[in-house]
């Protein structure tokens, strides 16, 4: 079978999409953190800063992305769907790009085990922050972005 290039379409995410939204990022909640609190998605979404990919009646993937000192940070990325992550860096480098920004970064803790797919996805500035995050350690993934 010939392989395909179909990208899955990222889109902003409504205000309707804030409990699916929260759902997704229920996996990274920690005893410390919930980074799926309903308040703080429905912020990120009202500042149009969450962008979704949508399945059959369900949210896929999404990703919510912050402007910091002429950076973009990936604050949260999350995806249930093959090439799903990749797709949400690359609109993000897309995002970064349109705004004149030529670095994207985030912090992931190391308990999430997702150096292997930022590596894959060309960030190769790779740090280890010990005992960082209410004392777990995480860590800080960069990559520039070319023109
Ligand atoms: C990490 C995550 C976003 C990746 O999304 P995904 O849709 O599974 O990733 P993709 O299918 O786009 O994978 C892209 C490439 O990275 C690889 N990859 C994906 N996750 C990986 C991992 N955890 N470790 C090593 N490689 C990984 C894939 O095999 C693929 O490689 P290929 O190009 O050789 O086929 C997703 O697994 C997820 O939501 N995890 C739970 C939440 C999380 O950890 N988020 C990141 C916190 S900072």
């Given at each position: ?8 379409l990222v889109q902003s995410a409504l205000p309707t999409d804030n409990t699916a939204v929260s759902?997704l ?13 309903i308040?703080?998605v429905t912020n990120h979404i009202d500042n149009n800063q969450c962008f979704v990919i949508r399945g059959?009646g369900e949210l896929?993937?999404v990703?919510i ?83």
């Open positions: 079978m010939a392989k395909t290039d179909e990208r899955h759902e990022l229920q996996c990274l909640d920690t005893e410390n953190y919930k980074f799926s609190d308040d703080g059959d896929l993937g990703v992305l912050d402007v910091d000192d002429q950076s973009l940070q990936v604050k949260y990325i999350v995806s249930k769907a093959k090439g799903g992550g990749r797709d949400l860096l690359r609109f993000s480098e897309e995002y970064a790009l349109d705004r004149n920004l030529l670095k994207i970064w985030c912090w992931s803790l190391v308990r999430y085990q997702a150096i292997g797919f930022y590596a894959k996805m060309g960030f190769t500035e790779q740090f280890l922050l010990k005992k960082q995050n209410y004392g777990e350690d995480c860590y800080i993934f960069g990559k520039v972005l070319q023109k």
